[in-house]
């Protein structure tokens, strides 16, 4: 078996505040091998952001990684000096940031910003850089490429703008793509050709993509394997079929519960309740139990641990231990 082109092992990640530290993201593991797709699902405030930043060292001050390892082609770059880290960003790891209304300079052409992010990651001149972009808006999809060059952000539509973006992040061709939430403030008809464009040209390219959204919907079909977080830690993960049709976190289901289904029109969603876990006072036990159904004393007290459900398809949940208890102690009783 191939070593993994991404490994991240531990991973602690926290902001130091005036009312003591927010622990965004506490202790999560995964790898990512090459031409393949990871999702990263949660709610807003879960860590999936900050788990992008931290991979790339661009954390907002006075955020730190405070303990783990990002292997990247088996360098933990988070030991590496800063001039070596700009050197891995754009031309080996790439990402689309959230919302592309407000990632592209409005005083700058869309011409401008890309020629800037190629020559910064390549030894191309000038001319070169400006063919290297006409060619990326051509790759992406953007009609009258030429036009598009001397055109100012706010002279284009948002899922043109998203493009924009796309071109940006693959100008240098990186090794791994990450789209945090690539379809965010886009219709349905945009949102579904960006994914579709995303698939193409990790077919083409033979990229890595790691896709981070809060929509289980979006991810339904481009991945190869499913996180999701929650609290900053991993509460469930597997194979989009383990996920979607076997779940066995309750916030998972509460996820899939909120997704509107297209062969009901009159039936209500069902949304999760309560509110997110404060990250500045952690529960000892399982984040997500004050909002549990199914919550038990245990998970108020203790944190569950990762559990095999299949060698596909993992979860950090009391109840699955509870079930397979139940099934091993009739089975013993048969």
């Not at 880290?85 to 080996?92: L, T």
């Not at 481009?222 to 609290?231: F, G, K, L």
Request: hydrophobic content about 40%; overall charge neutral; charged content about 25%.
């Amino acid at each position: 078996m191939s070593q993994p082109l991404l490994q991240v092992k531990n991973l602690h990640t926290m902001f130091p505040t005036e009312s003591g530290e927010v622990r965004a993201v506490n202790g999560i593991n995964f790898s990512l091998e090459r031409g393949k797709v990871l999702g990263i699902v949660g709610e807003s405030g879960s860590g999936k952001s900050v788990t992008a930043y931290s991979i790339l060292r661009i954390l907002d001050n006075p955020g730190r990684i405070t303990q783990g390892e990002i292997l990247f082609e088996e360098t933990d770059i988070t030991k590496l000096p800063r001039n070596q880290m700009r050197q891995i960003r754009g031309s080996k790891i790439s990402i689309i940031f959230q919302d592309p209304m407000t990632s592209l300079n409005p005083v700058y052409t869309v011409g401008n910003q890309l020629m800037e992010a190629i020559r910064l990651h390549t030894s191309r001149n000038r001319q070169q850089a400006q063919e290297r972009a006409l060619e990326m808006l051509e790759l992406v999809g953007v009609n009258e490429p030429k036009k598009r060059l001397k055109q100012y952000p706010y002279q284009l539509s948002g899922g043109m703008r998203q493009r924009v973006m796309i071109a940006m992040a693959l100008a240098c061709e990186p090794d791994i793509l990450i789209a945090d939430e690539p379809t965010t403030a886009l219709d349905v008809t945009i949102q579904a050709q960006i994914l579709e464009l995303m698939q193409e040209l990790k077919n083409k390219l033979g990229m890595a993509i790691i896709m981070i959204t809060h929509d289980l919907g979006v991810i339904a079909e481009m991945c190869d394997e499913i996180i999701v977080m929650y609290a900053g830690r991993v509460c469930e993960r597997g194979t989009a079929d383990e996920i979607f049709y076997n779940p066995r976190h309750e916030y998972t289901k509460g996820l899939l519960r909120s997704i509107p289904k297209m062969t009901t029109t009159k039936e209500r969603l069902t949304p999760i309740g309560g509110s997110p876990v404060d990250l500045l006072n952690m529960p000892k036990g399982c984040a997500f139990a004050a909002r549990c159904d199914r919550a038990m004393k245990i998970c108020l007290t203790e944190q569950p641990e990762e559990i095999e459900i299949n060698p596909d398809h993992r979860a950090a949940c009391w109840v699955n231990v509870k079930e397979g208890a139940l099934a091993q102690g009739g089975q013993n009783n048969g």
